[in-house]
């Protein structure tokens, strides 16, 4: 049975940097793109990034770029967010998320999903 659990989450404040992690298990490394959105209060969800088995990130949303880090050990099944320079208004529930082949940057895309994880940036 296909599982993805977030872990990493929790408050910092501004400036500061978080990593989450989403370990998958039941998934295919090979054939799995995995993903992460977020979904700010009162907000709907957004797409952060993604990665195919290969390594190859796409593509980052403009309001990360150069901020955070999508990256996966297959060997671990698993999936890294390093967050640097977090803004308050990065403030969100985390969610990973995966699909077989293909990449793409909607929700409705994406078959699997984990139950998120908090992260709020104090001002």
């Known amino acids: 049975q296909e599982h993805l659990v977030e872990s990493g989450g929790g408050l910092v404040q501004d400036g500061g940097s978080l990593k989450l992690s989403c370990a998958a298990s039941?998934?295919?490394?090979?054939?799995?793109?995995m993903a992460w959105f977020r979904q700010p209060p009162g907000k709907e969800r957004e797409f952060v990034a993604a990665?195919?088995?290969?390594?190859?990130?796409?593509p980052y949303a403009d309001f990360v770029k150069g901020r955070f880090t999508m990256s996966r050990d297959n060997a671990k099944n698993t999936a890294v967010l390093q967050m640097n320079s977090l803004k308050p208004e990065d403030t969100a529930k985390y969610f990973c998320?995966?699909?077989?082949?293909?990449?793409?940057?909607?929700?409705?895309?994406?078959?699997?999903w984990g139950q998120g994880t908090q992260v709020t940036v104090s001002s």
């Open positions: 998320a995966a699909k077989e082949w293909g990449v793409s940057t909607y929700a409705v895309a994406y078959k699997y």
């Open positions: 039941g998934l295919s490394t090979i054939t799995t793109t």
């Open positions: 990665i195919n088995w290969n390594g190859d990130v796409f």
